[in-house]
Structures are given as structure tokens and as C-alpha cells.
Nanobody, 120 residues
Framework: QVQLVESGGGLVQAGGSLTLSCAAS????????MDWYRQAPGKQRELVAA???????NYADSVRGRFTISRDRAKNTLYLQMNSLKPEDTAVYYC??????????????WGQGTRVTVSS
């Protein structure tokens, strides 16, 4: 029922910045966590950053201090601000949300991905 759409990807030079956004088609009630994953060519998808319903955040060691995850409740949008980008950050970035509207059910929502390429 909920669609997530990522945007903001593109080509940037090493050391540059980029901000990704993830817009939800409607409010996600009782969400547990919203986060960003990425997948580089030939590698497994990995968690980049997460934010819980209470506002707590968590980051992968490789991006801590450079990336910032945030959300705007009014706009139903999740953001990932990426600074000091490195070629190793090149990947397709995916937005994800987990919600538990009832005790019996847990739902996962995924965006289609947005490509980030960092040139050396």
C-alpha cells in the first residue's frame, strides 16, 4: 500500500556532497525503523544508516561522521545527507521502512533505488 521513491542520486567528484531523499506515498503508521541500504556491483546489500521511530540513529562504520540520516514527518520523507564522498561510496542506494501496525503483522517497504557514482 505504501510506495517509497528515492531521488537525488547522480555523479559527483570525490570529496563532494549529495543528499538523497525517500518520499512515502502516504503516512507510515507505527513504523519501527526507516533506513538506507546500498549495493555496489558484485557486493551484497549493506545497511548504511537507520533511524528509529524514537529518533535514534545508527550508521555503518564506513560512513559514520560523513553521512547523516533524518526524516521530515510533515513531508513523509526520509533523507540521507552524504558529505566527503569517496569512490567506495559508489552504489545503488535503497530506502527501506519497517512497520508494525498490529502485533500480528510486520511490513517491509522498499524503494526502487537511486544510483550514486563518485568519481576519483
Amino acid at each position: 500500500q505504501v510506495q517509497l521513491v528515492e531521488s537525488g542520486g547522480g555523479l559527483v567528484q570525490a570529496g563532494g556532497s549529495l543528499t538523497l531523499s525517500c518520499a512515502a506515498s502516504k503516512r507510515i503508521f507505527s513504523f519501527n525503523v526507516m533506513d538506507w541500504y546500498r549495493q555496489a556491483p558484485g557486493k551484497q546489500r549493506e545497511l548504511v544508516a537507520a533511524i528509529t521511530s524514537g529518533g535514534s540513529t545508527n550508521y555503518a562504520d564506513s560512513v559514520r561522521g560523513r553521512f547523516t540520516i533524518s526524516r521530515d514527518r510533515a513531508k513523509n520523507t526520509l533523507y540521507l545527507q552524504m558529505n566527503s564522498l569517496k569512490p567506495e561510496d559508489t552504489a545503488v542506494y535503497y530506502c527501506h521502512a519497517e512497520a508494525s501496525p498490529t502485533v500480528e503483522a510486520t511490513y517491509d517497504y522498499w524503494g526502487q533505488g537511486t544510483r550514486v557514482t563518485v568519481s576519483s
